[in-house]
T-cell receptor
Framework: NAGVTQTPKFQVLKTGQSMTLQCAQD?????MYWYRQDPGMGLRLIYY???????DKGEVPNGYNVSRLNKREFSLRLESAAPSQTSVYFC????????????FGPGTRLTVT | ELKVEQNPLFLSMQEGKNYTIYCNYS?????LYWYRQDPGKSLESLFV?????AVKQEGRLMASLDTKARLSTLHITAAVHDLSATYFC????????????FGTGTRLQVTL
């Protein structure tokens, strides 16, 4: 099992450009999450998907959209990137919302100039 | 709103010494996590604490939970250089299951 995978690993965007961060898990998990981590800080929840077909806002959803494409994949889209979105983005998954263990992906380092 | 505070934010300690990282939180939670993160890497799960008085140990790390005081501690015994990393506590608020709120992290540097 690959666990949770994310693409790309690194990305540089100019202000106003758009892009989609991809996340996939092969553990048959129902719930998936997107977090961002800014320097010197803990992770903050952007959006989550309790199960296929559902998505909900987390703590810092502004400027982002998500799509739960199927059970395996959960993508995060920046429609018009801003320098404030420079961050490291982590995807995570759990068997379901009541599960204890979260499995994190390797992260995507995004820089917006 | 659930808030999580860790202290210290930075800790430099010599090999062989003991120290404790503290995690305070503001509202009731039904589970508390400790994670380790190495520079440029993802998060590695260390412990999940589920009930008041829970204590878990793995090697030189021991975590405990006091839900009445809303406090968790991560105790490091006889530190070694390999423990150098950033440590985060995180909580799932009651009823919100796996949506986690993270502390700001404690950067631990163990010097030889």
């Amino acid at each position: 099992n690959a666990g949770v995978t994310q693409t790309p690993k690194f990305q540089v965007l100019k202000t106003g450009q758009s892009m989609t961060l991809q996340c996939a898990q092969d553990m048959n998990h129902n719930s998936m999450y997107w977090y961002r981590q800014d320097p010197g800080m803990g992770l903050r929840l952007i959006y989550y998907s309790a199960s296929e077909g559902t998505t909900d806002k987390g703590e810092v959803p502004n400027g982002y959209n998500v799509s739960r494409l199927n059970k395996r994949e959960f993508s995060l889209r920046l429609e018009s990137a801003a320098p404030s979105q420079t961050s490291v983005y982590f995807c995570a998954s759990t068997p379901n919302l009541s599960s204890y263990e979260q499995y994190f992906g390797p992260g995507t380092r995004l820089t917006v100039t | 709103e659930l808030k999580v505070e860790q202290n210290p934010l930075f800790l430099s300690m010599q090999e062989g010494k003991n120290y404790t990282i503290y995690c305070n939180y503001s509202t009731t939670s039904d589970r508390l996590y400790w994670y380790r993160q190495d520079p440029g890497k993802s998060l590695e799960s260390l412990f999940v604490l589920l009930s008041n008085g829970a204590v878990k140990q793995e090697g030189r790390l021991m975590a405990s939970l006091d839900t009445k005081a809303r406090l968790s501690t991560l105790h490091i015994t006889a530190a070694v250089h390999d423990l150098s990393a950033t440590y985060f506590c995180a909580l799932a608020g009651t009823g919100t299951a796996s949506k986690l709120t993270f502390g700001t992290g404690t950067r631990l540097q163990v010097t030889l």
